[in-house]
């Protein structure tokens, strides 16, 4: 797969992540309430479907060499997911929860260094499991979209 079909792959992915999450995020909220479930079912679904698509329309290229085009289209979109976790909390909606949530995790009390330290490392902790999922989710999606591809070219 060359590297200008690989970057359009991967964009296609992100705009695609994003039309399909928002209508997820509203119908996961319906049914299963406000709670992390309803937010982390409505995400995975959005990754699987965005990436059953870009295995759907970019099928011939990934076949050329299917595990390095896989492969790398599910690190860059994991790249790409590491980015939005990193950078959401920057944006001026979350700077108040940002402030807030360890505060009132030590009974209000001032937050040392230390304590910011730790939070920010558990906040990192959790991009491990992040990355691995959406690379897995990501390679399920490309899949169930080469099938897809398959069963209507034959």
Known sequence: MKIDSLVIAVALYAVLQILF?????VLALQVLGVTMVAHY???LGAVFLSMMVVG???GAEI????RDAVLRIALLSAFYELLV?????TLADWIPFAVSKPI????GTVVTT???FLYNLSRRGNMFPNVIIVIGVG???LYAGLKIKKAKAV
């Open 21 to 25: 999450a928002f209508p997820l995020t």
């Open 41 to 43: 079912s409505a995400g």
């Open 56 to 58: 759907y329309l970019f």
């Open 63 to 66: 076949r050329q060499a299917p």
């Open 85 to 89: 976790v990193v950078f959401q909390p």
């Open 104 to 107: 009132d995790a030590f009974d």
């Open 114 to 116: 230390v304590e910011w």
């Open 139 to 141: 390679i399920l999606g």
